[in-house]
T-cell receptor
Framework: DSGVTQTPKHLITATGQRVTLRCSPRSGDLSVYWYQQSLDQGLQFLIQYYNGEERAKGNILERFSAQQFPDLHSELNLSSLELGDSALYFC?????????????FGSGTRLTVV | GQNIDQPTEMTATEGAIVQINCTYQTSGFNGLFWYQQHAGEAPTFLSYNVLDGLEEKGRFSSFLSRSKGYSYLLLKELQMKDSASYLCAVRDSGGYQKVTFGTGTKLQVIP
């Protein structure tokens, strides 16, 4: 157990629907990051939060949004889902910015859009 | 922006040594990470380099040359369980300290 909790582990939904992925960072970590990993592709950075504030955006679609709450957990909302959104979605956390300890990743949410 | 290149796949024999290379181009550099990812699982942190030179951690070592935009991960005494993807990731020096991952090198260890 890495200390980063993601729910649900698996999600199957239909095109056009909306889903919410949840992430609880490791205790003491203020930064949360969301990544998308499609089959046989690298980790694509979506968005970063630090202590409740959005800090950086990657290639996140307008149909996707996220937020970090006062208790530091984060949610990633995916709407108007398309088949191509099927992927592993990882959340990671770190204690701050610029540390040398890397990110701690959660076990991911596997989203299948049918 | 950042551009990270790694070989797509490598094969090595159990008990041997393998070196996985990573080259990067970045407008600002503030550290390089290596992660291991088994299929369908979360990446796990292996090593971090911010200064030139070699960092050793048991069977794994990582090297960095900032002037050449080059790093390698060295795995010694390969075991079957080392079969995984190895991801090189670069952190930029901007205010957001964003980390960009390469597409990874899939290592297969054979008997």
């Amino acid at each position: 157990d890495s200390g980063v909790t993601q729910t649900p582990k698996h999600l199957i939904t239909a095109t056009g629907q909306r889903v919410t992925l949840r992430c609880s960072p490791r205790s003491g970590d203020l930064s949360v990051y969301w990544y998308q990993q499609s089959l046989d592709q690298g980790l694509q950075f979506l968005i970063q939060y630090y202590n409740g504030e959005e800090r950086a955006k990657g290639n996140i679609l307008e149909r996707f949004s996220a937020q970090q709450f006062p208790d530091l957990h984060s949610e990633l909302n995916l709407s108007s889902l398309e088949l191509g959104d099927s992927a592993l979605y990882f959340c990671a956390s770190s204690e701050g910015l610029g540390t040398g300890y890397g990110y701690t990743f959660g076990s991911g949410t596997r989203l299948t859009v049918v | 922006g950042q551009n990270i290149d790694q070989p797509t796949e490598m094969t090595a024999t159990e008990g041997a040594i393998v070196q996985i290379n990573c080259t990067y181009q970045t407008s600002g550099f503030n550290g390089l990470f290596w992660y291991q990812q088994h299929a369908g699982e979360a990446p796990t942190f292996l090593s971090y380099n911010v200064l030139d030179g070699l960092e050793e951690k048991g069977r794994f070592s990582s090297f960095l040359s900032r002037s050449k935009g080059y790093s390698y991960l060295l795995l010694k005494e390969l075991q079957m369980k080392d079969s995984a993807s190895y991801l090189c990731a670069v952190r930029d020096s901007g205010g957001y300290q964003k980390v960009t991952f390469g597409t990874g090198t899939k290592l297969q260890v054979i008997p």
